[in-house]
């Protein structure tokens, strides 16, 4: 964070040189890259702002922070604007570069994260250089085997940013036709499937579906729903039956349009896309935009307006990315209570970056974990990851389908959530202290390098281990990134 422009004027007085949240200032780097750009000696420099060498030094080599005298001297001795010197610490240009040594060429290269920071901090036209030959420069690789049909799902998704316009806005048209039977969506999906194409709904007992929640049997003309299902989830997989058989053109065009080619992933995709289609026609772009809006992105008061499930709700909030119409940009996760993700969102364009995701594991000190502590109440919290980045959170418990007494009851928790520039949006913001104390999270052990954090299970990968015998500090693993 920037210093206020107030803390910068000469003879401005600077409160502290702990910025907000507690955290000091180093910026050595750059003080040594400012004083050899203006030809300067230590001795020079260090007569100038009425300090000691020995004093200069430290702040060059990260051994003392920037206090506030230190940093008005600066401003008044060289007409600088300090914020050169307390903004962005390259987090996205290190992560980056970490990218680059995962090549296959430079296997066997153990470049430790400091150095790259080191990189990034003083040498950042050098960085940006080697990452734009490395974008240039193909690599010398096998050709990879074709993904699995889920990875083909996951990357047409991720490559269309969770938002497909074309099939979007065919589903919204398909929307305002249905309303011309009625303000129930779900009953006029069912009634469009019976009139137009011949197909009768009907719930089945359980025992006589013992092993599927949705089944079409083309023979009799009927869909079959397991009675374990709840009405928004009937209504559901109706829409998603009926957008497979209406929507067929544009659900197929999507698919090529992604360039996937291979049999399996083409089905894999279709019934993914017959699910964001389902969610499109029961819950519309604009009226589910203009509703969220107007109530502050209220989860469970969208669910009573549109007649969802909280999942489909919050799947839905990850899809309204639309040029000119976007919502709040959502990322979203489902994971069972051993913390194994079973879906996974990130925020769509041009947010994509800006998550704490983890690909696998988590962090245990995000409330999402913890949902089953308290299963069905929705809770909001503030998160911050290791760079700085805050967002706002929301987690519940959801349960699938009903299932007979005595029988094992599945159970997940489901957590979105946005950076905290968006939390003026939410209604789920309301008592938290946005400028307040925020629980430090992670993307998962292996990628979090706080040191000091008591929750840690594992050590960050590449982290070089220390062990000595004689002490034991507040985790197992002592590391440095060096």
């Not at 000091?24 to 300090?51: E, P, S, Y």
């Not at 003392?64 to 010197?85: G, H, I």
Request: proline share 7%.
């Amino acid at each position: 964070m920037a210093l206020p422009d107030a803390a910068i004027g000469i003879g401005s007085p600077v409160p502290t040189a702990v910025l907000s949240g507690g955290r000091k200032i180093f910026a050595g780097a750059r003080v040594r890259r400012l004083r050899n750009q203006r030809g300067l000696t230590q001795t020079r420099m260090a007569h100038d702002l009425g300090v000691s060498v020995s004093y200069l030094n430290l702040i060059e080599r990260d051994q003392r922070p920037l206090s506030a005298s230190f940093l008005v001297k600066l401003a008044e001795n060289y007409d600088l604007d300090v914020r050169s010197l307390t903004g962005d610490d390259g987090g996205e240009l290190v992560e980056d570069l970490s990218k680059l040594f995962t090549d296959p060429r430079l296997i066997g290269i153990d470049v430790p994260r400091s150095e790259l920071k080191d990189l990034a901090v003083r040498a950042p036209a050098i960085a940006h250089a080697l990452l734009r030959l490395a974008a240039a420069t193909p690599a010398v690789a096998p050709t990879p085997p074709p993904p699995g049909p889920l990875a083909a799902v996951t990357m047409m998704i991720d490559r269309a940013g969770n938002y497909f316009a074309s099939l979007d806005e065919a589903c919204e048209r398909l929307a305002d036709e249905l309303r011309l039977s009625g303000p129930d969506l779900n009953a006029a999906v069912v009634d469009r499937l019976r009139s137009r194409h011949a197909i009768t709904v009907r719930a089945l007992p359980m025992e006589v579906l013992p092993n599927q929640l949705r089944r079409l049997d083309l023979h009799a003309r009927q869909l079959l729903l397991s009675e374990s299902l709840d009405a928004a989830s009937r209504g559901f997989a109706a829409a998603v039956q009926l957008a497979l058989i209406e929507l067929k053109a544009e659900i197929a065009d999507t698919i090529a349009t992604a360039g996937i080619a291979d049999m399996l992933a083409m089905r894999a995709c279709t019934v993914a896309l017959g699910k964001y289609a389902a969610a499109a026609i029961l819950m519309p772009y604009g009226r589910f935009l203009s509703a969220c809006e107007a109530t502050g992105y209220d989860v469970e008061l969208l669910q009573a307006r549109f007649g969802r499930g909280l999942e489909q709700v919050a799947h839905r909030l990850t899809t309204l990315h639309r040029p000119g119409a976007r919502g709040v940009p959502f990322f979203f996760l489902r994971l069972d209570r051993a913390g194994m993700i079973s879906k996974r969102f990130a925020p769509g364009p041009p947010n994509a970056s800006a998550s704490p995701l983890p690909v696998t594991g988590g962090c245990a000190l995000w409330h999402v974990y913890h949902a089953f502590d308290r299963p069905g109440e929705a809770r909001s919290q503030l998160v911050e990851l290791e760079d700085g980045r805050r967002f706002i959170t929301l987690a519940r418990t959801v349960r699938p389908a009903a299932m007979p007494w005595g029988g094992a009851r599945p159970s997940f928790a489901i957590g979105i959530g946005c950076d905290i520039a968006h939390a003026g949006s939410l209604a789920w913001s309301a008592g938290i202290e946005l400028n307040g104390p925020a629980a430090p999270i992670g993307p998962g052990c292996a990628a979090c390098h706080r040191a000091a954090c008591r929750q840690r299970g594992a050590p960050p990968a590449g982290a070089h281990l220390a062990f000595d015998e004689r002490q034991r500090g507040l985790t197992p693993f002592r590391f440095t990134d060096d």
